[in-house]
């Protein structure tokens, strides 16, 4: 990749970006959605510079297909609006325009930014004390003071982003690449690098050290070497932020065909306990499971790249199963149903993860039975009534994985290598055929006549 001018070094702001023309790099509008370039298109030739900007641009220059396209211009959110029927402004304290299209498809746009300036208070004109204070003008004011701070240039938006590769502009009007930030090196060198000092920009957003270690094991990218060292740390951070939107970045993993090499990051740098509690603790601090874990992870991220479905639901039960099996080892205690003894040892357990309670039950339902299903390979004996629960068939896919890392397309694994385990043992596929049992008609002997016979 050729480069018309050097980039500064990661972390350090430079005025003056990198500018690849077309003829140096290989991103082609054959590979951009059509339907992003209809917003590019229509925004540049209304006067407007427009961008696309960020994973997409990433992405194509990895040689990865982009799942989502955004773009960045000087327009207003008002002025996009009035350029697109189809568009929709969301958002409180800075307003982004969603462009939708069929299918559901999305193409966000979002003006310029730039970081907000600390506010002063304002500076009041002397007033009569009798004369009452001007609330809503106050707030009008601070509101414009607020919203003029917002927009920004081309060069302050990248800088306001996390990652220097996630910092890159495609210009439409000449099909460059822009790069303010060294993005354009850190791909160069597969590494990723958090834009400024890492421990400040920790401190503003503790999710930041997620995104870093997400990028760094999508891509199979290193980490810059302050980056990486802050994240260690930093990583208490975590615990300020909201449970919910902890649980939106888990969940951008859990199906994303690289569950496996993001939790290896996690657990390499000591996220796991952090954002898992007890349950972290066990995968970190239990010799062997962490390794049988990732062996399992891999498995479902080949299904789902396959285009075969893996529900989160059973990805979190691989997940908190090591620590349920040692919960439900323990015994549930005198007097306590063992469901109930788990569902009150998660609610314990220490996690800043906020979980679905619907989710969480499921998990619970499935570890519950999961753990029945290996005392029955241990036993030969089966409590088969548990195939009326709602979540065996989650139970039976986990299990094989669990046993022996494998997984089985069959209807019922867990059947299946019971039986093949325990042949003589009964079960739903070994029933004799139960006789009808009805009132037997008397017929009298001999008569033909159905009546018995008088004495």
């Known amino acids: 990749m050729t480069k018309t001018k050097t980039a500064a070094p990661c972390g350090k702001e430079s005025r003056e970006p990198v500018v690849l023309s077309r003829a140096e790099h290989a991103i082609s509008r054959r590979d951009v959605d059509p339907d992003a370039l209809k917003v590019l298109y229509r925004l540049y030739r209304n006067g407007f510079t427009a961008y696309m900007v ?6 194509l220059l990895v040689g990865r297909t982009p799942k989502d396209f955004d773009v960045v211009t000087d327009a207003h959110p008002g002025q996009v609006k009035k350029l697109f ?13 969603h462009i939708r299209f069929r299918g559901g498809k999305v193409i ?7 970081e907000p300036e600390p506010e002063m208070e ?23 003071r607020t919203d003029n701070n917002s927009f920004g240039t081309p060069c302050e938006d990248a800088f306001r ?13 000449n099909f460059s690449i822009i790069d303010y930030v060294g993005g354009l090196e850190d791909i ?5 690098c958090v834009i400024g000092n890492p421990h400040e920009r920790y401190i503003e957003d503790p999710v930041r050290m997620w995104r870093v270690l997400r990028h760094a094991a999508r891509l199979g990218f290193t980490i810059e070497g302050e980056t990486a060292r802050a994240i260690r740390l930093d990583r208490d951070l975590l615990c300020s932020c909201s449970g919910a939107r902890l649980f939106e970045e888990l969940n951008k993993d859990l199906s994303s065909g690289h569950v496996g090499p993001v939790f290896q990051a996690l657990y390499d740098y000591g996220l796991l306990t952090v954002l898992f509690g007890k349950v972290g603790r066990a995968l970190q601090e239990t010799p062997g499971t962490w390794e049988a874990l990732r062996r399992n992870l891999d498995v479902a991220d080949a299904r789902v790249r396959a285009g075969l479905p893996f529900p989160s639901e059973i990805v979190l039960s691989l997940l908190f199963w090591p620590w349920a099996e040692k919960v439900l080892s323990a015994g549930a205690g005198e007097g306590r149903d063992v469901h109930d003894a788990l569902h009150d040892e998660l609610q314990e357990a220490g996690l800043i993860v906020t979980i679905p309670k619907v989710m969480k039950a499921s998990i619970v339902q499935t570890v519950t039975i999961v753990e029945r299903m290996f005392i029955a390979m241990e036993t030969g004996r089966m409590r088969w009534s548990l195939r009326k629960r709602s979540h065996y068939r989650d139970a039976s896919f986990v299990f094989p994985l669990l046993f022996s890392g494998e997984l089985s ?7 299946g290598m019971f039986r093949e385990a325990h042949p003589s043992s009964s079960g739903p596929w070994n029933k004799k055929r139960s006789r009808w049992r009805g009132r037997r008609r008397r017929t009298g002997r001999g008569t033909g006549t159905g009546q018995t016979p008088s004495a």
């Open 161 to 173: 982003r996390d990652l220097t590769i996630n910092a890159l502009f495609y210009d439409i009007s």
């Open 188 to 192: 160069d060198q597969k590494r990723v």
């Open 54 to 59: 960020g994973g997409a641009v990433r992405d």
């Open 85 to 97: 029927s189809n568009c929709m402004l969301i958002g409180r304290r800075f307003r982004l325009a």
């Open 122 to 144: 304002p500076e009041h004109e002397a007033r009569d004390p009798g004369e009452p204070e001007d609330l809503e003008a106050q707030g009008q004011a601070k509101h414009a």
């Open 409 to 415: 397309e069959s209807p019922d694994p867990f059947g």
């Open 108 to 114: 966000e746009v979002a003006t310029f930014r730039k």
